[in-house]
């Protein structure tokens, strides 16, 4: 499976951004799906994922209640819909898919598939 992630872009703070990341060469069907991002000079950390079949849906808390992840079963493309955007946000973010356990969902090293990143950047 391929992923391809978009969307990215410079935004002002309090803006928004949805990014999108489509699968190609097969199906999210029994993945699940999820957005990371890493910022300049600090580690990649976990930011939304999701069962494609359903289920549970976990945010860090940096982003809950700001950030919303969805999906589109007929384009196989999950989304990250991200609203109140700061300037702590600015990361180049990924999209991955893969099978963890439930307590392993924000663990990068879970997945197996991964976009090649998109540069989110929020400033004035």
């Known amino acids: 499976v391929q992923l391809q992630a978009s969307g990215g872009g410079l935004v002002e703070p309090g803006g928004s951004l949805r990014l999108s990341c489509a699968a190609s060469g097969g199906t999210f069907s029994g993945y699940t799906v999820a957005w990371f991002r890493q910022a300049p000079g600090k580690e990649r950390e976990f930011v939304a994922a999701?069962?494609?079949?359903?289920?549970?849906?976990y945010y860090a808390d940096s982003v809950k209640g700001r950030f919303t992840i969805s999906k589109d079963n007929a384009k196989n493309t999950v989304y990250l819909q991200m609203n109140s955007l700061k300037p702590e946000d600015t990361a180049v973010y990924y999209c991955?898919?893969?099978?963890?356990?439930?307590?392993?969902?924000?663990?990068?090293?879970?997945?197996?598939?991964w976009g090649q990143g998109t540069l989110v950047t929020v400033s004035s």
């Open positions: 999701r069962r494609w079949s359903g289920g549970s849906i």
């Open positions: 991955a898919a893969g099978r963890p356990i439930t307590s392993a969902t924000t663990a990068s090293r879970m997945y197996y598939y």
